[in-house]
């Protein structure tokens, strides 16, 4: 099992930063890869960014390339998401999830079988 908890949202103007942060716990060492997806309201689940956990390679989607940045602490087990530069259509519930399973489809939100509880991102024009 592995154990996820975010933090680090809230309402911000367009045009500033967050950073969210995401804390495992537990079997961590099973982590094949970590990523983050939102959801806004309506809308599918999608994917943000990902991190390889070993080797450290990374995903991201095209609508948050430039402007969001995934990097992880790993003495703390922890991941971080540093948005920059955010627009309103970015916000969203934002979810840190990890996925165990060796090849794991990065983009793929049913691929990840451990999920956090959420966090609101609220960005306004």
């Known amino acids: 099992q592995v154990q996820l908890v975010e933090s680090g949202g809230g309402l911000v103007q367009a045009g500033g930063s967050l950073r969210l942060s995401c804390a495992a716990s537990?079997?961590?060492?099973?982590?094949?890869?970590m990523g983050w997806f939102r959801q806004a309201p309506g809308k599918e689940r999608e994917f943000v960014v990902a991190?390889?956990?070993?080797?450290?390679?990374?995903y991201y989607a095209d609508s948050v390339k430039g402007r969001f940045t995934i990097s992880r602490d790993s003495a703390k087990d922890t991941v971080y998401l540093q948005m920059n530069s955010l627009k309103p259509e970015d916000t969203a519930v934002y979810y840190c999830?990890?996925?165990?399973?060796?090849?794991?489809?990065?983009?793929?939100?049913?691929?990840?079988?451990?999920w956090g509880q959420g966090t609101q991102v609220t960005v306004s024009s």
């Open positions: 537990g079997r961590t060492f099973s982590t094949y890869v």
């Open positions: 991190l390889r956990w070993s080797g450290g390679k990374t």
């Open positions: 999830a990890a996925a165990t399973a060796y090849g794991s489809a990065y983009g793929t939100p049913n691929e990840y079988n451990y």
